[in-house]
């Protein structure tokens, strides 16, 4: 057995594994406040990482500009999707809004081929050096930084919903609408802002993807990886969603080992975190921190 | 309804709720013109049976109803001379009217602390940890619970609920039902911190109680209402006195009244309306 090429192989299910969390704790918060399961999580990606490669490009920005304004149009475009698409949803049965958000789905997909094309397309070189070593493991910096941006963005959504007013607005937004109102809080924009945030945070996700592997169609199928890591970790739990992360990150390298070394199958990589899934959901319906009485969807 | 019509005529009062017609699902009308003044700096307090329309009252003037499909569909609501009964409820906790609603309802899965800083969100001044230590100075008891609101006694969540309010720095607060589910010391030291307050403070509240004994004393004046009206009114002197008062809420009136004997008369006077 290829001990390095494991141990190799679950770093990198780590590091895959807290990008995953990212983006299930956005799906987390917007589903959390908004009472509203997005389908469309995995666009959010896409979209901010073509909208930062056209600033590269096409606008020869340098990537720190780039990767900023790209933050400012995803938070701008994700208040804005909420204001016009989803408030006229509020009320509505749950039904209609998942068809709402696969709708946007199939839609940005369609509109992202459209604008840029279908190839995938690489980012310029940002990093000077590409990898180094450590203690004989191969680190690739961009995985460095995806690490540290990951890392970074969990510990800044620990600190806004424990310590700013915004922050604490949002949960008390999503533990009870009617309370939150009489404390003077507007749910309107709390809904907004939630988006705003999944957007942005998603974004980022996205680009720091797509600085290691191009931009191209597969950045929307994160969406629909994230779904394995938030049912795991419970649709409402936050922690959840980052254990859950890491657990489907690791989970699709090692099955990917053993399959390559000993069974052969194929495609379990893509395949394996949603047998996982089954099987933890037979055990433990509500996930591994989900609340009890959730709806089912 | 000659009692209503001769209304206190003092200065112009800080809250006045002018006829007031609410509607629940375009239907269901549950006010049926209500009117009632709160002067400034004075306790005035609501009472009556369940369903009376106390809650609805309450929830009209702070601009809760419309989160609950209600309406006001006739007459006017004004607080510091700015009508308020089209206003969101957001706004109307910005114009310095705040309500604490019935069953407490705080943040559970929130620290008590969170609660209190939640209370001040529609501030943006930077005395809000002095308003901290002063919401402690009222119920130290708080202080001493750093878990969840949840784990709080019930006692101890309406301290919050009124701690929360006060950190709004409002000019009014509507509190609903505060001693609901609390033992009777309890109720005893809730009724005494809210005249504190209003005393320290000046600021003035709106009470609505089921608990007449109680919230008469703690009043200056006080409404009844039954059916959606307002059957009553009258200064603490004045309802305390009576008879009929004395019958239906404090429990007490003249021994033949409540003997069993004279039940036909007991319904027959049940409502004033």
Redesign the interface.
């Known amino acids: 057995m290829n001990f390095e090429l494991l141990i190799q192989l679950i770093i990198n299910g780590l590091i895959v594994g807290l990008l995953y969390g990212v983006v299930a704790m956005c799906f987390v918060l917007v589903y959390k406040s908004t009472q509203v399961v997005n389908f469309a999580q995995g666009e959010f990606l896409l979209i901010g990482a073509w909208v930062c490669w056209a600033f590269l490009i096409y606008a020869e920005l340098p990537f720190i500009v780039g990767f900023f304004l790209t933050l400012f149009f995803m938070a701008g475009f994700g208040v804005l999707l909420q204001m016009i698409v989803l408030r006229p949803m509020i009320g509505e049965p749950i039904i209609s809004v998942i068809m709402i958000t696969i709708g946007l789905s199939m839609f940005f997909q369609s509109l992202m081929k459209w604008i840029f094309g279908v190839d995938p397309q690489s980012y310029p070189q940002v990093f000077e050096t590409q990898s180094f070593e450590i203690y004989g493991l191969n680190v690739e910096v961009a995985y460095l930084m995806s690490t540290g941006i990951a890392l970074l963005i969990m510990v800044a959504f620990f600190l806004f919903f424990k310590y700013s ?1 915004h922050g ?2 949002m ?2 937004t999503a ?5 939150a ?6 749910v309107k924009s709390v809904f907004a802002m939630s988006w705003g945030i999944a957007a942005t945070v998603s974004a980022t996700a996205g680009i720091v993807i797509g600085l290691v592997n191009g931009v191209s169609d597969s950045l929307s199928v994160m969406g629909i990886k994230v779904f394995p890591a938030v049912i795991l970790g419970g649709l409402d739990s936050i922690i959840g969603a980052i254990v859950g992360g890491l657990i489907i990150g690791v989970l699709e390298n090692v099955a990917e080992f053993f399959d390559s070394q000993y069974f052969h199958i194929g495609n379990m990589y893509d395949i394996a975190p949603f047998y996982v899934l089954l099987i933890i959901l037979w055990f433990k319906p509500y996930g591994l921190f989900g609340t009890k009485d959730i709806e089912r969807i | 309804m000659s009692q209503v019509a001769v209304k206190k005529e003092t200065a112009k009062p800080l809250l006045s709720v002018n006829n007031v017609e609410v509607v629940y699902d375009e239907v269901i009308q549950v006010l049926r013109g209500v009117s009632l003044d709160v002067p400034e700096g004075e306790i005035v307090t609501l009472l009556g049976p369940n369903g009376a329309g106390k809650s609805t009252t309450l929830k009209a003037i702070s601009g809760l109803l419309k989160t609950e499909k209600g309406e006001v569909t006739r007459g006017d609501i004004t607080f510091m001379g700015e009508r308020i009964d089209r206003k969101n409820a957001e706004d109307v906790v910005r114009s310095g009217m705040f309500q604490v609603m019935e069953g407490r309802r705080i943040i559970e899965d929130m620290t008590s602390l969170e609660n209190l800083k939640l209370g001040a969100y529609t501030r943006n001044d930077k005395h809000i940890n002095q308003d901290i230590e002063m919401v402690y100075n009222y119920f130290p008891r708080l202080k001493e619970r750093t878990g969840l609101a949840g784990y709080l006694s019930g006692g101890e969540q309406q301290m919050l609920a009124i701690g929360r309010a006060l950190m709004a720095r409002p000019k009014m607060i509507c509190l609903d039902e505060p001693s609901m589910g609390l033992s009777p010391l309890l109720v005893k030291e809730v009724f005494e911190i809210i005249g504190k307050i209003n005393r320290d403070q000046g600021i003035t509240m709106l009470l609505v109680e089921q608990n007449a004994n109680y919230a008469i004393k703690a009043a200056d004046y006080g409404y009844i209402m039954e059916s959606g009206k307002i059957v009553l009114d009258g200064t603490k002197e004045q309802l305390l006195s009576n008879e009929d008062v004395k019958e239906f809420y404090l429990g007490g009136g003249n021994e033949e009244r409540k003997s069993f004997k004279n039940l036909k008369s007991y319904k027959r006077r049940k409502r004033w309306l």
């Open positions: 007013k604490l607005a949960r008390a533990f009870d609408q009617q309370v109102q009489s404390l003077g809080i507007s």
